[in-house]
């Protein structure tokens, strides 16, 4: 579902933010994309989105290029931004129903998906009033259902968990398991290795524009015995 | 002082080129600063000191040289209190960086003194320019000697001080009798409404003095006691004294000048030290009504995307106060002043002269009113910038705009429609009120509309065009997104050269040629229409290429 081939991207000429990068997500999967601050994790979900446009390479989302039919990779994507500060302005049902237009949810689904997300992370008191009023987690979660309103066929998350409360994290990951199961791809970043561990089919560990593992975690475990996760990572990414 | 100067540069934000094309975007910025220059400042200048030397000149042998150049001072004065009210509010209680700086082991004094220096500076280069153009038109038309150059310099700088901490004092002692008012938004709205209020009220004093056309100008300025000069030298008596230090070649008046000025600053932080923490503290900038909610998610229902967008950008400029101020009161604020101008000139030859000649059908009159329509919605769009900064008023979310399955021209053209709508018909609204005053004719009326439409929509294009070669997406607050973007002013410029080119060739041709005004009028829409299509297809390739380009 998600597909990159040879992919780089270069900033001012001389910082090579993502360098040749190839991976792939298949429906079904959970993928965590695993790296230090400033290893090209935001670039290459940006690229993945149309936000940032890659130099060299191809990126197919659910079979659309996302260079050339952008809109059609658009609408099969569900992303979360690294930041929820977004439309402080409007009220919750206002933004949600933006994104319900731009996305053309039908009327019952729509009122159907913010009635049980809205339930699912206790936000429905809530969603009558600007979003500026809203609490850091109430606004990732605001998010989080905006992304996932339409129900697309892959979801990709930029640091989802940050700013959560557990209960919310917890139906978070809930959603992404039953999402993953119903065949649809999870491609997500996160720094909460635990989170990785727990979650994640696969991880995709980069460092400096570069990928350094692509596998299971079992399988890094197995090669790197009697290491925590966190030691194998950090051992991983110092070199 | 070194802590109050770092905090000053640190407020003090300056726009560079960000994206990867830096030596692309400094010719652009080039470019557009020399036709900004050339095309809004210069001529300004230019124009406030030919005025000031022709009111000067008469003056001087009255032995009431003075009286012009400190007549229009107070008058800048005024402006800039007004204008200042809005800057000082959102500078001193919305911006963001207040959630930075209260935390910190700061003085109340040391926060407000650099956020004040940090507005002035910022807000008053345009100000500087015109006081030294007026303080240039007196000195040449009474030939003062060097010395008054010094203090004309001196003038530039500190004379919107004083209007600025009127300004000030007013915002902090609202915000402490506010304490009732939940949500601190409305504040703000309501000083945008007194500032229209303000305006308006100058509208009426204009008015019941019977209109005041340049000859009583001169005459009511010989008058040594003048009551309308004396009466502004009690509000602003920094004026007097800098314009009588000149005149009179004393220090002691310099030293008056400072001390007012000294006064005024220390006062002022006086009263920061002493209220600014009680009414910043816990400002809360919304305020939420729970409706019931089952209701309300009954109450969505799908629409057209770009339907839903426009309510979106509709319910930004109205909600958020920077904007409304901004981009939404302009509109509501343009006829009053050109009211005040009419009453001014009301008395005129050549304004009764005009509207005789539209009522009886003289080309020339028709022709002048239908350039002047199309100038006034050039103008109007470009200040009331809804298109040249719809791309920044993004800011940190601009990335929205590229992750949404919406094309990048169905977005642009949403945006230009949200600046036709607001501009066009505040435009259209304000025709029909004057040509049922003026008592014009269908035909007349049905031509302004059009010519206004086409300028609207021209601009609107043309500025997000121009946005979207560098959009400022780093900003703190939403004042800072419209205010020191150089976007606006070099939309503005650039649509008010093209403008005015266009006028003054349409006119030169109908003087000058056998021309009649009925073809120049169809060719000036032609051109409109030309200029409509060029900045569309701007838009479409060139405006939609620099947005994907744009690293967010």
Redesign the interface.
Known sequence: MIKFENVTKVYNKTVRAVDDISFSVKGGEIVGFIGPNGSGKTTTMKMLTGIIKADVGKITVNGFNVRKDPIKAKESIGYIADSPDMFLRLKGTEFLDLIGDIYRVPTEKRQERIQEFAKRFELTEALSSPIMSYSHGMRQKIMVIAALMHDPPVWILDEPMVGLDPKSAFELKEMMREHAKNGNAVFFSTHVLEVAEKLCDRVIIIKKGHILYDGTLEKLESTNKNESLEKIFLELTDK | MSIYLKLVGALIKTVEPST?EKNYKKVFYGVMGFIAVCGIMLPMAFFVGVVIYALTQPLVSQGAGQNAVELFLHLISVFSFIFGLNVIFSVFYFSGDIENLLPLPLKPYQIIASKFTAALISESIMEFIVIIAAFAGYIIASGRPFWSWIIALVGMVTLPIVPLIYCAIICMLIMLLSGFIKNKDTVNKITGFLTLAVVVGIAVLVSNMGGLDSDHLVEALSDPNNQLVNTMNLIFPQVHFLVSSMVNNTVVNLIFYIAVNGLAIGVFLLVAQAIYFRTAVGI????????S?DK???S??????C???L??EF??LF??PAYFTNCIMINLMWPVFLYIVYLLNGKTNFLEGFIYGIHTGNEESVLILILAISGLSVLITAANCIASSALTREG??F??I??????YIAQINVKALVSIIISGLGMIIYVIAAAIYLNLGIKITIFCCLVSLLSVSFVSYFGIFMDSVNPKLIWDDELNALRGNYNVFFNMAVAMLLEAVTCTSAYLLFRFTSLGSLIIIIMLFILLMILNIISYLLCSYKAAENI??L??
Do not use: C, M, W
Not at chain 2, 284 to 291: F, L
Not at chain 2, 300 to 305: A, D, E, T
Not at chain 2, 402 to 407: G, H, R, T
């Open positions: 990867e809360n900038r919304v305020s939420g009504r729970t409706k909610i309300v998610i009954a969505l229902k799908q629409h057209s995307p339907l839903t967008y309510k979106k319910r930004l909600r958020t940190k979310h990335a929205f590229k992750y949404i399955p919406l094309s994907d380009r690293s967010v």
